[in-house]
Each structure stands twice: as structure tokens, then as C-alpha cells.
Nanobody, 115 residues
């Protein structure tokens, strides 16, 4: 599975961005999809995931929305009310829908939120 993330950029606090992650190589609908992020000097952290249910990190609940379009083999992360602490490299990931870990990772896209 190859994952290509896009949509990052520079935005002011309170603004919005939509990240996209296009998948190829396998049946997209059979995978769980997730978004993670890593800020400078910090460990990578979970942001959101989507299978038959959706899970969010507490830090993004009510502001971020994960969605997927299986016809386009794409997962999205809609980010609203962005804060400077959301600044990070965002990664999409894919894994077995019945498993725990993520086996495939995209290259990351930079999101910078200015105050």
C-alpha cells in the first residue's frame, strides 16, 4: 500500500485546512485509516482513525473531522479552529481493519499554525 498525503500549509490560528491521503496498491475499503502528527521535539501522536467507527484524540475532538471516500481511495482530515499547538508534520497510516497497529505510512505533510 502506498500512501500520499497532501494539503498541509501555513494558516493563521482559527483557520482551517483539509488534508488528503490517497492510497494505492490494495483494496482501500479493507483497511483502517488513521492520522498521526509529530511536532518538533515531540513523539508522534495519534490524531484520528476511521473504520466502522471513528476515534479522535481528546485534543482535536470537536475541531477535526476524519472521513473517507472508498470510491476515491482517499481519507481526509478536516481541521477547523486550528491552534498553534496543532503545528506538526501530519502522517496518514493504514492497517488491517482487524489489527491494532498500522503497517503503512505516508510521507507526511507539514501543517504550521501561526498565532
Amino acid at each position: 500500500v502506498q500512501l500520499q498525503a497532501s494539503g498541509g500549509g501555513l494558516v493563521q490560528a482559527g483557520g482551517s485546512l483539509r488534508l488528503s491521503c490517497a492510497a494505492s496498491g490494495h483494496t482501500f475499503s479493507s483497511f483502517k485509516m488513521g492520522w498521526f502528527r509529530q511536532a518538533p521535539g515531540k513523539e508522534r501522536e495519534f490524531v484520528a482513525s476511521i473504520t466502522w467507527r471513528i476515534v479522535y484524540a481528546d485534543s482535536v475532538k470537536g475541531r477535526f473531522t476524519i472521513s473517507r471516500d472508498n470510491a476515491k481511495n482517499t481519507v481526509y482530515l478536516h481541521m477547523n479552529s486550528l491552534k498553534p499547538e496543532d503545528t506538526a508534520v501530519y502522517y496518514c497510516a493504514a492497517g488491517s481493519i482487524t489489527g491494532v497497529k498500522y503497517d503503512y505510512w505516508g510521507q507526511g505533510t507539514q501543517v504550521t499554525v501561526s498565532s
